[in-house]
Structures are given as C-alpha cells and as structure tokens.
C-alpha cells in the first residue's frame, strides 16, 4: 500500500514539472520582456528630453536675439529723436535767422527808397537857378556849406560850383574847391574826391587849403583801405608843404601806416 502511494506519488510529481518550469519560463520570459519595456522607455524619455534642452537652447537663443534686436531698435530710436530734436532745434534757428534777413531786407528797401526820393529832390532843387539874382559868395559859400552838413551834397556842391564859376578870383574859391570834394566824400564817390582834392593843390598851390586838400585825400585813402595811395598824399603834403600844420599830422599818420 505504501509502495504504490509512493508509486502515485511519483506519478504525479511527474505530471506537474513541466508546468512548474512552463511557469518559471513564462515568469523569466516577462521579466525579461519588463526590463526590455523600462530599458525603452529609458531611452525615449531620454530622447525626449534631449529635444526638450534642445528646444530650451533654441528658445534662449531666439530670446537673445530677439533682446538684442529690441535693444537696438530701441538704441537707434533714441539716435532718431535726439536728432530730430536737433534737426528740428536748427531749423527753428534757421527761421529766425531767415526773419531776421527779411528785417533786414525790408528796412534796407526803406533805407534805399528814402535815399532815392532825398536825391531825387536834391536833384530837382540843383537844377533850380542857385544864383538867379547875383547872390553874393559868401552866401553861396554859407548854403554850401549848411547843406552839406545838412547831408545834402548835390546842393551844396551846386552851391559851390556856382561861387567858382562866378567869382573864381574869390578868396574863397580855394575853400569852395575843398568841400566840393567834400560833397563827393559824402556821397562815397572817392574816386571824383580825390580829383576835386588835387585840384585844390592844381589850381591854388599857394592858398592853405593846398596842403590841407592834400592831407584830407590821404586820410579818406586810409579810411578806404587804400594804404598804398594814402602814404602818396601824405609823402607829397611832406615834401611839397613840410612847414604846414597838415604836414604834422601826415608824417604821424604816415608812421603809424608803417
């Protein structure tokens, strides 16, 4: 009886191996296949965040470029408005610079025609007879003279020319001559005025006027920057009239050229 229990025994221990390892095998099989899963799975959650850092650096790095374009955008807005201030600081500049000409401009046209309509009627009044009833010389030489001091040289030198013509024997005459160049000097015609000037000397060499016309011709040279003609006249009061007061004065002035 013992026997054949064990026998049983035996039998059935025979029966039941093969699935005992069918089930070992099948444990190891998962396990297996478990490891392989996780082994994967590692490998794309590495994957995964290797494109997640690579994603990272490429947003830092559009970020950067995206700050470095702001900056200059904002650096070059900022040039932008300082020079448009500037620009817009100059223009106002240069309005007020162009009112300010057309001022100018505009007093100058004044000044012009009020000096137009002065020699018109300086004109019309020296083609008036100045000497219709004999006047004497000395008053012709007296309105001669209140006209040029009243800044009306046409008349004060029809004034003049009208006491030459009719009393050129007047010891007047040499002054007459003299400030008929004076009437030139004021109307800045300096070329005529040192004509009239060395007439004084041509015509009455003797009279002191002489030396004086001469000295007066230097000093409007010198004020005309004609340096070179100046120190003519001054070196000919010198020579030709050395003991008069004008030749004094032309040597100091004659020095201070040098």
């Not at 297996?32 to 490429?58: G, H, M, N, P, W």
């Not at 007020?96 to 401009?105: I, K, R, Y």
């Not at 009306?152 to 003299?178: K, N, T």
């Amino acid at each position: 009886m013992a026997v054949q229990k064990s026998i049983t025994i035996r039998r059935r221990g025979l029966r039941t191996a093969p699935l005992y390892w069918v089930s070992c095998l099948a444990i190891a099989l998962s396990a297996c296949a478990t490891k392989s899963d996780v082994r994967k799975l590692q490998f794309d959650i590495s994957t995964l965040r290797a494109r997640q850092d690579s994603v990272a650096r490429e947003q830092a790095r559009q970020n950067r470029v995206l700050q470095d374009s702001l900056r200059a955008m904002s650096d070059y807005t900022h040039y932008m408005q300082g020079n448009l201030t500037n620009q817009i600081k100059s223009l106002q500049e240069l309005a007020l610079q162009v009112q300010a000409l057309l001022g100018q401009s505009q007093q100058r046209i004044a000044d012009l025609r009020e000096q137009l309509e002065r020699s018109q009627q300086q004109q019309q009044q020296a083609t008036q007879p100045v000497n219709p009833g004999g006047t004497s010389e000395d008053e012709l030489y007296n309105t001669g003279m209140a006209k040029l001091q009243e800044n009306s040289p046409a008349i004060a030198r029809a004034a003049f020319q009208e006491l030459l013509r009719s009393y050129s024997g007047s010891p007047r005459a040499p002054d007459a001559q003299f400030y008929l160049a004076e009437t030139y000097v004021a109307e800045r015609d300096t070329a005529q005025a040192f004509r009239e000037f060395e007439r004084v000397e041509e015509m009455y060499p003797t009279a002191p006027k002489a030396a004086d016309a001469l000295y007066r011709a230097g000093v409007v040279a010198e004020e005309n920057r004609a340096r070179t003609r100046a120190r003519g006249f001054y070196n000919r009061v010198i020579t030709k009239y050395s003991t008069s007061p004008a030749a004094a004065e032309a040597r100091k002035r004659l020095n201070a050229l040098r």
